[in-house]
T-cell receptor, first 116, second 113 residues
Framework: KAGVTQTPRYLIKTRGQQVTLSCSPI?????VSWYQQTPGQGLQFLFE???????NKGNFPGRFSGRQFSNSRSEMNVSTLELGDSALYLC???????????????FGQGTRLTVV | SQKIEQNSEALNIQEGKTATLTCNYT??????LQWYRQDPGRGPVFLLL?????KEKRKERLKVTFDTTLKQSLFHITASQPADSATYLC????????????FGQGTTLQVKP
């Protein structure tokens, strides 16, 4: 089975611009979560989608948004980029079903976003 | 608020020894706790999951314990090897029935030959 695929791997953007990151989960996985990883804050939860619905959202400003398509692929968007948005953005998919917990997350390689 | 702490940022040990990493949490009663390994420039890789009603779980050279009274998990790597050098992250479920995970800051393990 192919793993979680994130594109692009690296991205450089200017302050004020917007960016869209893409994530293709493992085939059959319906849950997709996004995380931001920085040296200072570590891994922080952004949001999770399941069957095209956002099930949970972390403590990030409204500039951070996402969506999930019917094939479970997901995108996240960051508008009006700030220098502090520079980070590794990780996507994770999970085989858990509706109401099911206790399953592991499979992470992609991440997208390294640099805002200049 | 929910908080999860890993006791040290870095741990250096000699090859062949047992590495023990600690994860403490407050203000929460997680249904389960997970451990991940992360290598530089790569995403975390799942290692073990332990549920609140389980005291211990093993997988090859790895062992995890979960003490809900102390609110602590211990992660052991026995007979450590230089290839075990990486950052190890603990994570607990942030809310029921969703995929939200709350991660610790990680402990970077260096195993010297």
């Amino acid at each position: 089975k192919a793993g979680v695929t994130q594109t692009p791997r690296y991205l450089i953007k200017t302050r004020g611009q917007q960016v869209t990151l893409s994530c293709s989960p493992i085939s059959g996985h319906r849950s997709v979560s996004w995380y931001q990883q920085t040296p200072g804050q570590g891994l922080q939860f952004l949001f999770e989608y399941f069957s095209e619905t956002q099930r949970n959202k972390g403590n990030f400003p409204g500039r951070f948004s996402g969506r999930q398509f019917s094939n479970s692929r997901s995108e996240m968007n960051v508008s009006t980029l700030e220098l502090g948005d520079s980070a590794l953005y990780l996507c994770a998919s999970s085989p858990k079903g509706s109401g099911q917990v206790n399953t592991e997350a499979f992470f992609g390689q991440g997208t390294r976003l640099t805002v200049v | 608020s929910q908080k999860i702490e890993q006791n040290s940022e870095a741990l250096n040990i000699q090859e062949g020894k047992t590495a023990t990493l600690t994860c403490n949490y407050t203000n929460y009663s997680p249904a389960y706790l997970q451990w991940y390994r992360q290598d530089p420039g790569r995403g975390p890789v799942f290692l073990l999951l332990i549920r609140e009603n389980e005291k211990e779980k093993r997988k090859e050279r790895l062992k995890v314990t979960f003490d809900t009274t102390l609110k602590q998990s211990l992660f052991h790597i026995t007979a450590s090897q230089p290839a075990d050098s990486a950052t190890y992250l603990c994570a607990l479920d942030g809310s029921s029935n969703t995929g939200k995970l709350i991660f610790g800051q990680g402990t970077t393990l260096q195993v010297k030959p």
